[in-house]
Structures are given as C-alpha cells and as structure tokens.
C-alpha cells in the first residue's frame, strides 16, 4: 500500500473478502508494502500476519517554493521555465509531476521547443495510457552523457523510483476523482 486512500483501502477489503473464497489448501495470500503505514496496525488487521522491516536510503532534501498558480493561470509557461532554470543550475536528471496527460502534452511539446536539437537532455512522459515501452523509457536511468526529464502524473510520486533524478519539481495540482 502506497498510502491511504478510497481505492487502496477499498482494494484491500476486497482482497480480504476474496480470501474466503479460496480453499484451505490454496490459500490467498496478501502481501503489504508501504514506507508510511504503520505496520503494526496493520498486522492485526491482517490475522497477526508477520511484520518484516527494511530499513531504506534517505537522502538531503532541499525545498524551494515558487509562489501559487493563480485561477485560470496557465500552469505550463512556468513550469517550463522552472525546468529549463533547473537544466541550468542543477545537475542530473529531474522529474516533474503534473495534473494530467494534456499538461504533460503541452510542457513536453513546450520543452522540445525551448531545448532544440540538445541531445543531452531526454523529455519522458510517464502516464498510464503510454506504451508499456515508453513507460519503461521513463523510468530507466538516463544513458551516459545525457540528462533525462520525466513528465509525470501524480501516479509516479510514491510508486517509482527513478534512478539519477537529483531535482523534483511539483506544479502542486492533482487530478482527483
């Protein structure tokens, strides 16, 4: 579980009813991950099912805040400009989360334009109705000599992990159901 919401706890009732669908001797078996949920708690829950830790990684985070859209802004000039101020203080690869695949359509379309012919730097979409090879492209490490920036859905913030990305950038606006 990446973190709770409607869907997520939804998924696991339904996983927990399912269970008894199943015979004694194949029974279903739910296997939990999260960094955020109280595993514990959890695991009560869950029949007293056993808790296994893993400690991971953290790394120094730096936040600087821009000031907020305003209604009826249009999000993409500044994000692009955001990137491109990035691309040139920064080093290694960033990725930007945005509120829906036209924003995504219209940064990446705004960033080729601005970037020009740079071969040094690799623009990404990441959403869930690519390809499952765009998907891929996106996710693996940038190739030697090359930065990459990820245009990405609020999908990707707890759910992937992008090797060489050294810069976040979040527009802040979410597609919500």
């Given at each position: 579980m990446v973190e709770?919401?409607?869907?997520?706890?939804?998924a696991l009732a339904l996983s927990l009813n399912g269970r008894e669908l199943f015979r004694d001797d194949q029974p279903l078996k739910i296997l939990l991950m999260s960094a955020t949920l109280e595993g514990e708690r959890l695991a009560v829950l869950l029949d007293d099912?056993?808790?296994?830790?893993?400690?991971?990684?953290?790394?120094?985070?730096?936040?600087q805040w821009g000031r907020p859209f305003q209604p009826g802004e249009f999000i993409e000039p500044r994000v692009v400009q955001t990137v491109l101020d990035a691309l040139g203080s920064e080093s290694g690869s960033l990725l930007v989360f945005l509120p829906g695949q036209a924003e995504i359509r219209r940064v990446n379309q705004q960033l080729a334009e601005a970037l020009g012919e740079r071969a040094d730097i690799l623009l990404c979409p990441l959403h869930g109705e690519l390809d499952l090879n765009a998907q891929r492209a996106a996710i693996?490490?940038?190739p030697n000599d090359t930065r990459k920036v990820v245009l990405a859905t609020n999908i990707a913030e707890?759910?992937?992990?992008?090797?060489?990305?050294?810069?976040?950038?979040d527009a802040g606006l979410a597609r919500v159901p």
């Open positions: 709770r919401s409607l869907d997520a706890d939804l099912a056993p808790v296994v830790r893993s400690d991971g990684r953290m790394f120094p985070v730096t936040m693996e490490p940038a707890t759910s992937l992990t992008i090797d060489g990305v050294r810069v976040v950038i």
